[in-house]
């Protein structure tokens, strides 16, 4: 088992995920180690691309803290995420890395304690399934 | 006479003509055709041999032609330009006239990805159309296609084609037809009926073209076997409609296949009242054996013999 | 524009196994269009590519390069600095390109990431269906727009077939049938009466792929 937490990036969407984190932070709710945040404007401004380059350079686990379906100031963008989420995970199947490496978190601005509990059973989940052995940099 | 044949003999003398279909063997057993031709035998003016048909490998059309005639029965060969360019088409022409065929039926063909070789390369050098004329031109004026060659000789054949009443647009197709006769055909074949309303409004644009009178129109006709062959036929055969009354029909029925035959028999008479119908192409898919029974139901019998 | 699609990735690992150290060269034309090989989506296979290799434990170096196009001795030239770094050059562009390279780097064994499929339209945002052939004698003024080389699948210049229904190809129902969108256009041109003449048989000798591979030369072009 690994001194060192699963390093996890996640992309949180200025309109929703970054507000729900400053609530969990400001809260004292327990976060988990070696977690990079990456604020986006919307959800559907990451490409396909950024998740696997986190992945590829160094993340053990990439999460995406988005606005609930129906809720997308800019009307699709969390359509389209999903849509590059789905074609990210077969290319994780292909790569041969497990699909729990890449997951969606819909929340809203007050999803504070969600959001943490959700990081927690993440790393948890992380740990247990070993470090991502496709990344390519080191620590 | 465009070549003497006795189904064109049947059709110059007035008489309403009868053909059956033949598929090949999937190899090259010459008793499957012995045994066909036995089940068909009197009661017929000539019979369709297919040519791979459903782009299923079987024994080609010409070479069993040959064995028909062997056989002591008429062939109208069938022709499809699917699998075959015009130099291969236009030798397997000279071929057949020499080999003794007398009628040709050109056809598109079924899509090679039906069959049993879909990585094959599809030729369509020329599509059906453009076959009827190529062959027009061999027998008439005695050219290749490109009007260069010369042919010594003679080229004879009575040249057919297909028509389906019951495909889209159906505004466009009777004016298809019209295309063939323009290209030089002598006689068409339906697609099987069932919905007589449809062929009956098809027959009436024919006539209005005129086509009755250029060419020989022969209604197809394919006897049902069971419900089950008429739900499948209705639901998973392109271009065939199969009314839910007749459905119904057989499904009521004490037995399936008497009912079909009836069902068949009363068709044929239908048809035979429409101007313009000069004969009846049945379609026995399977079913050669009742084709007796069928023709002498239908009063179809004897055959006329004509020298 | 040329459409095409990414072979499968399992093809793709197994050309570049003998291999640490590969240029993967995209092309910002056409494939770009269709998401095959732009330089997003060389990014993408790359970085992919990069993890299997990583996790198999055979690490594989990867450059990346998109020039403007890849089909022309000019943009070809200006990967030479890097294709003499590296062992080998997966090429993300169409045929192509991918001989035009070939053509180029002589002791650089250039493989092929796209399968080239056909000459299309953007339908809508990710479909393309194909429309054109390259027959060489384009008879599209006959067909009221519509080419039955490309869509119709029996190639039929004098068609619809007996399966033609509901205006759909009897080959795959989601395929329109050509000659029912040509039909339908001649209606609306009020050019019904063309369809009436016969089509006569394509000169596929004279013009087409069936002679031989062919040229142009412009005379008054050149330098």
């Keep these: 088992m ?49 998740l696997l380059r986190a992945l590829e350079s160094g993340a053990d686990g990439v999460v995406v803290f988005a606005c609930y379906e129906e809720n997308c100031r800019y009307l699709q963008g969390n359509i389209r995420l999903k849509s590059r989420v789905g074609y990210a995970k077969q290319l994780l199947a292909k790569i041969g890395l497990e699909p729990e490496r890449l997951e969606i978190f819909p929340l809203a601005t007050n999803s504070g304690v969600k959001c943490a509990e959700f ?17 390519t940099a080191k620590e | 006479m465009k070549s003497g044949s006795n189904l064109e003999k049947v059709f110059v003398n007035g008489h309403f003509a009868v053909t059956a279909e033949l598929g090949p063997p999937k190899n090259n057993d010459v008793s499957v055709i012995q045994r066909k031709v036995d089940f068909l035998r009197g009661y017929i003016d000539a019979v369709n041999i297919t040519d791979n048909q459903t782009a299923i490998v079987r024994m080609s059309s010409i070479a069993t032609s040959v064995f028909v005639i062997q056989m002591g029965m008429e062939p109208v060969m069938q022709m499809v330009t699917r699998d075959r360019n015009r130099i291969a088409m236009q030798s397997d022409l000279f ?30 050098d020329l599509d059906s159309v453009q076959l009827i004329h190529m062959v027009k031109t061999m027998r008439d004026e005695k050219v290749l296609m490109g009007g260069e060659e010369k042919i010594e000789g003679d080229v004879n054949m009575f040249i057919g084609g297909a028509a389906n009443p019951f495909a ?29 309303v449809r062929f009956k409004e098809w027959m009436k644009m024919i006539r209005d073209l005129g086509v009755d009178k250029k060419v020989h129109i022969m209604a197809g006709i394919t006897p049902l076997k069971s419900t089950g062959m008429a739900r499948y036929m209705a639901k998973n055969v392109a271009g065939i409609t199969i009314p839910d009354a007749l459905i119904d029909r057989m499904a009521k029925a004490a037995k399936g296949s008497e009912e079909g035959i009836k069902i068949c028999v009363e068709q044929i008479q239908e048809v035979r009242e429409i101007e313009g119908v000069h004969g009846v192409h049945i379609m026995a898919i399977e079913w050669e054996q009742m084709i007796g029974k069928i023709t002498e139901m239908a009063g179809l019998l004897p ?3 004509i020298d | 524009m040329i459409k095409a699609e990414q072979k499968p990735f399992e093809e793709i690992l197994e050309y570049l196994a003998p291999y640490d150290k590969i240029l993967l060269s995209g092309c910002g034309a056409c494939v770009t269009v269709c998401h095959a090989g732009g330089e997003k989506d060389a990014a993408l296979l790359a970085s992919a590519l990069r993890m299997a ?140 009466h063309r369809l009436t003449e016969i089509i006569p048989a394509k000169q596929w000798g004279t013009q087409s792929r069936d002679s031989g591979p062919r040229r142009i030369a412009r005379e008054d072009l050149k330098v």
């Excluded at chain 1, 059973?121 to 990344?135: E, F, H, I, M, V």
């Design chain 2, 95 to 124: 071929g057949a006239t020499a080999l003794g065929i007398k009628n040709i039926v050109c056809l598109t063909g079924d899509h090679h990805t039906f069959g049993n070789q879909v990585h094959a390369k599809n030729v369509h």
């Design chain 2, 303 to 305: 055959r006329p013999k």
């Design chain 3, 53 to 192: 290799r990583q996790k198999m434990g055979k690490p594989l170096e990867i450059l990346e390069s998109t020039p403007a196009r890849q089909c022309e001795p000019e943009f070809a030239e200006e990967l030479s600095e890097t294709i003499g770094q590296v062992q080998a050059v997966l090429s993300v562009s169409c045929g192509v390109g991918v001989q035009t390279l070939a053509r180029r780097y002589t002791a650089t064994q250039i493989y092929p990431g796209v399968n080239t499929t056909f000459l299309g339209e953007t339908v809508a945002h990710g479909v393309w269906e194909e429309r054109c052939q390259a027959c060489g004698n384009c008879i599209l003024e006959k067909t009221a727009g519509v080419c039955p080389i490309a869509r119709c699948a029996k190639q039929l210049l004098n068609g619809p077939c007996g399966g033609s229904a509901n205006g759909k190809c009897e080959i795959k129902r989601e395929t329109d049938c050509a000659w029912q969108l040509i039909y339908d256009r001649s209606k609306s041109l009020g050019q019904l």
């Design chain 1, 119 to 135: 990081l927690m059973r993440k790393s948890d989940q992380l740990g247990a399934l070993g470090p991502n052995l496709g990344k």
């Design chain 1, 2 to 50: 690994s001194p060192v937490a699963p390093k996890i990036v996640a992309f949180c969407c200025e309109q929703s995920g970054v507000l729900a984190l400053d609530m969990a932070k400001s809260s004292n709710a327990k976060l988990p180690d070696n977690l990079e945040l990456v604020p986006v404007p919307c959800s559907g401004r990451i490409e396909t691309l950024y």
């Design chain 2, 168 to 196: 889209d647009p159906f505004e466009f197709r009777a004016l298809r037809t019209a295309k063939k006769a323009a290209a030089g055909v002598d006689f068409i074949q339906t697609q099987c009926i069932y919905d007589m």
